[in-house]
């Protein structure tokens, strides 16, 4: 069982992710945009960080960046993507694949889900 | 003096670069009662054999009939017209005509003749269709790429929560269960679509672009193709082109459109026939094409089939996004992308590319990112 911190400005896609860890026994943590990640995550042992890219107040890569910065033990990063582009038009699947540890394009199914944050654990935190 | 005149205008009229026509107004038929070389060495035809005739002759199955309805109107009235039609040459290719009509009257303000200006503008509305095909495609990569993180996103539960509510139902939920498949499925289904849009928007050839075999292209395409045909279907290879040349551009998107061609090819043979790959280099021009035995394009639509969405193909089978593609493709290569219909032997689709040496430099064609 592992902590889950899930970030999506979307409550719906947070909920149904979350759910499906839920399902395999995690616990999970939920947060609106990159901002509210850090909140939560600091001071907290979180295995493994999912996060949209493209959020308001703060966005994937700015939240990743900070996540590596931070000190002790960084968590894992899946980020999720529906593609789109930022506002400097880079396309956020390819910002996402540079920035983090895996990538999985919305929308993806619970098995999808699964078997990627298996992998991931699987290699353990850093 | 007059006769000299007449003469000399004569001549002018045969050394226009122009194909000039004049038309007996009195007859209903308008027949042509005079020609011009111009005319004689573009259309294929003799004056001998055309004049007494109609100009229809010049039109066939792909000409606008709306076009010929609006000639015929302002031949009625007496009205000059300017219009671009469908025309074939003898030999039955067919040519882009601008073809300009006025009337010619007598003192007394009769018409009794008319003039006809015709010029081949079939180059010109290739560039002009080019730049709008270009043109849609990046708008529409732009949209694709505008609504996709949104729409994405609200796909999410619909693809991701079914599973988990299909193992929290009780065992006799059949119905149930069926409908939760119905929900995951169409997601899916929207999702594919969604990704094949999506492809427009994601494109960066330019950082791709590199020389290449297209031999390597046709390979990779049949490898794809084959388990496509079946029993029914024969996939053939035709091929002149030596291995070892070099096109300039993205292979991949060389392989995708070749197999774009392929998918439809064999879409068009249910019954099954004959798919021919051919590989073949003339003067510096690599021509790769996909042959098909089924019933050629329709001619209805013959001209909209590049258009992105355009599909004949019933709903959840076709999008009308392979042609498109493949046509975006091929001009970010500097290439072309043609058709041939044969009535007696199915669509054959060209993708003509220049050759690139490696030695020389790489030519630039234009890239357009969205
Ligand atoms: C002088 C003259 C030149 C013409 N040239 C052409 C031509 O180049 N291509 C064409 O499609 N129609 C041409 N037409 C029009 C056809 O001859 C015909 O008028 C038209 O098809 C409409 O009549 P219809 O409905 O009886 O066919 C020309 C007509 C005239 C009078
Ligand atoms: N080889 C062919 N024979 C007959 N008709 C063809 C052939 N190739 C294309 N067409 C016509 O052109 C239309 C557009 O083709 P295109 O590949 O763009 O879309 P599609 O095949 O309908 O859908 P998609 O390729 O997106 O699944 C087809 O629906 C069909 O009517
Ligand atoms: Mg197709």
Redesign the pocket.
């Given at each position: 069982m592992a902590c889950i911190l899930v970030v999506d400005d979307i409550p719906g896609v947070r909920k149904s992710i979350a759910a499906g860890l839920k399902r395999l026994g995690h616990e999970v943590l939920e947060a609106g945009n990159g901002r509210e990640a850090l909140d939560l995550a600091t001071g907290r042992a979180t295995d493994l960080v999912i996060t949209d890219m493209l959020m308001p107040e703060m966005d994937g890569v700015d939240l990743i960046d900070l996540l590596n910065e931070a000190p002790g033990k960084t968590p894992r990063i899946l980020a999720m993507s529906g593609g789109g582009t930022f506002v400097t038009s880079q396309d956020a699947l390819t910002v996402a694949r540079q920035n983090a540890d895996a990538v999985l394009e919305k929308p993806f199914d619970t098995v999808e889900l699964c078997d990627a944050v298996q992998s991931l654990l699987e290699k353990g935190a850093t | 003096m007059f006769r000299s005149a007449a003469h000399i205008w004569m001549q002018a009229l045969d050394a226009a670069q122009v194909n000039i026509t004049i038309a007996d107004a009195a007859h209903p038929e308008r027949p042509l009662t005079y020609v011009n070389r111009s005319f004689c060495e573009t259309t294929g035809y003799a004056a001998e054999d055309v004049i007494g005739r109609s100009c229809r002759f010049l039109q066939g199955p792909g000409t606008c009939a709306e076009t010929i309805a609006q000639i015929r109107q302002s031949l009625n009235e007496d009205q000059a017209i300017d219009v671009e039609i469908l025309n074939y040459r003898r030999d039955g290719s067919e040519f882009w005509n601008a073809l300009s009509l006025s009337p010619i009257r007598d003192e007394t303000g009769r018409v009794t003749a008319i003039v006809g200006f015709q010029v081949d503008v079939t180059e010109r509305r290739r560039l002009d269709e080019d730049r709008l095909h270009s043109a849609k495609m990046e708008a529409l990569g732009r949209f694709s790429s505008g609504i996709a993180h949104e729409v994405n996103s609200m796909l999410q539960p619909i693809v991701s929560l079914p599973s988990l509510v299909k193992t929290a139902l009780p065992e006799d939920k059949a119905e149930e269960r069926e409908w939760l498949d119905l929900i995951e499925e169409h997601g899916k289904t929207a999702r594919a679509l969604l990704r094949?849009l999506l492809q427009y928007g994601r494109r960066n050839p330019a950082a791709e672009a590199a020389l290449f075999d297209p031999c390597k292209a046709l390979d990779a395409a049949a490898v794809h193709l084959r388990p496509a045909c079946g029993d029914l279907i024969n996939l053939v290879r035709n091929q002149t082109l030596a291995t070892g040349k070099t096109v300039y551009g993205d292979l991949q998107s060389l392989v995708q459109s070749i197999i774009?061609?392929g998918?439809?090819?064999i879409?068009?043979m249910p019954q099954g026939g004959t798919l021919t790959l051919a590989a073949h280099l003339t003067d510096g021009t690599v021509s790769l094409s996909v042959q098909?035995t089924?019933?050629?394009?329709?001619t209805r639509?013959r001209h909209r089939?590049?258009e992105p969405f355009?599909?004949?193909?019933p709903i959840g089978?076709?999008?009308?996004?392979?042609?498109?593609l493949a046509q975006s493709h091929i001009t970010s290569m500097g290439g072309t992308i043609s058709l041939k219909n044969h009535a007696a032997n199915?669509?054959c689709?060209t993708i003509n590319l220049p050759l690139a040496e490696p030695d020389t430099a790489a030519p630039s064609p234009q890239f357009y990112t969205a």
């Open positions: - | 094949k774009a061609l998918e439809n090819a879409d068009a098909d089924g019933p050629g394009v329709d639509y089939i590049f355009f599909t004949s193909k089978l076709g999008t009308g996004l392979g042609l498109a199915g669509a689709f």
